[in-house]
């Protein structure tokens, strides 16, 4: 069993940057592809980007090139750049320690998740 916890969200002026973190228990982050997902009050958690065990990374066209996923195993954390940040992007982000076999597939070890709020 693992444990995930989420920092860094908060409140941002659009165009601005913030850093996601999400640290496993036990040192168990190397075993699992890593995602983030976020969710809108009444809308389905929505994959945001995936970075499997070898490195592989991918996004959701609307965050591509602005969002950076990233992982340091040694540190058991993973990570969300997200930068140029757009009202839009609003939402509780949620970070999940799953598998890929063609594409990512969530487990039931879920963060707690952390709200991104951007507005002026």
């Known amino acids: 069993q693992v444990q995930l916890v989420e920092s860094g969200g908060g409140l941002v002026q659009p165009g601005g940057s913030l850093r996601l973190s999400c640290a496993a228990s036990?040192?168990?982050?190397?075993?699992?592809?890593m995602g983030w997902f976020r969710q809108t009050p009444g809308k389905e958690r929505d994959l945001v980007a995936h970075i499997r065990r070898n490195g592989t990374t991918w996004y959701k066209e609307s965050v591509k090139g602005r969002f950076t996923i990233s992982r340091d195993n040694a540190r058991s954390t993973a990570y969300l750049q997200m930068d140029s940040l757009k009202p839009e992007d609003t939402a509780v982000y949620y970070c999940?320690?799953?598998?890929?076999?063609?594409?990512?597939?969530?487990?039931?070890?879920w963060g707690q998740g952390t709200q991104v709020t951007v507005s002026s």
């Open positions: 036990g040192g168990m982050l190397s075993l699992f592809a």
């Open positions: 999940n320690a799953g598998y890929y076999r063609d594409t990512f597939n969530p487990s039931d070890y």
